[in-house]
């Protein structure tokens, strides 16, 4: 039978593991404990200011699953995201395709396609919101000026385009992200390949199916997730565009979660949502993995 040799770490293993004592620290403080803390107040019945709690177990959960306005945030969080990973994984893959195919343009485009997403979602929920204005709003002025005014209307007070409107914001917020991250992975695919697909004669849609896209494979994996968990816990723009109105029609679990816990203090109610949130999040992103390496 073979023994187990431990080795003692060499002093450079140890002074690495050191120095990574603080920011471990700081991940487990800032990250792991809140949601620790969240599942720890999912059990119980707790106003978020009174020094008492009282332990339900899983009463939140059970609560949760007969709450009409919890579906409705849940069905409206899962519309954004299957929307915000279509929209942007292609706008993002096509605009990086663009932008190499015609490299004047796409070192100008490139230089600024971060901008929206490195602004404040404040400023981007303040924006579009003038924008979106029934009376002095560009969009509406612009129907006007184009002999559409049929089509006017108070965008973010309909809840019939309410939704659809922060989801263009959203779009127009963070898809620069994923044109870098997809100009990088074009530029890391071996020219040679390029190369071959001009020689066979393929054109541009063969060659993004063919050669791209199975080479692409981890960067679609990588900007999913990115997407997923980002659309699970978008909260500011609903908050400053609509605050989850009009009629709730754009009510997502966050901005649920946060009415539930600091509005109506229910904040072991609002540690529930979060705990459906991270799980929900984390099987939709475990399940599109799974299924990435089972076509492999």
Known sequence: MQRLVFRRPTRTARTIYLMLVPAVLLYFVFKIYPV?????LSLFRWSGLSPQK?????GNFVELSSDP???LALENTLTITGLCVVFQLLLGLGLA?????????????RSTALVPYLTSLVVVGTIWTWIYDPSIGVLNNLLGFMNLASLKQAWLGNPATALFSILVAM??????????LF????????????????????????????????MLKETIVVGF??????????????????????????????????RSA?????????????????IMALLITFLYIRTIGAKE
Request: charged share 10%; no cysteine; proline share 3%.
């Open 171 to 180: 779009n127009w917020q963070g898809f620069g992200l994923y044109v870098i």
């Open 54 to 58: 009282e332990f339900l177990g899983i």
């Open 225 to 258: 997730i990115l997407i997923v968990t980002a659309s699970f816990k978008t909260f500011e723009l609903i908050y400053i565009m609509t605050g989850g109105g009009p009629a709730y029609s754009t009510e997502v679990l966050a901005s649920y979660l946060y």
């Open 97 to 109: 395709w663009i932008s190499l195919k015609h490299r004047l343009v796409g070192r100008v485009f």
């Open 69 to 71: 306005q919890f579906y």
């Open 183 to 214: 100009v990088v992975g074009l530029q890391a695919i071996p020219s040679y390949l390029y190369d071959s697909a001009k020689v066979d004669g393929l054109s541009d849609s063969r060659t993004i199916r063919h050669i791209v896209l199975p």
């Open 262 to 278: 600091f509005q109506m203090l229910k904040a072991g109610y609002g540690g529930a949502i979060g705990v459906v949130m991270l």
């Open 36 to 40: 620790l803390q969240g599942l720890y």
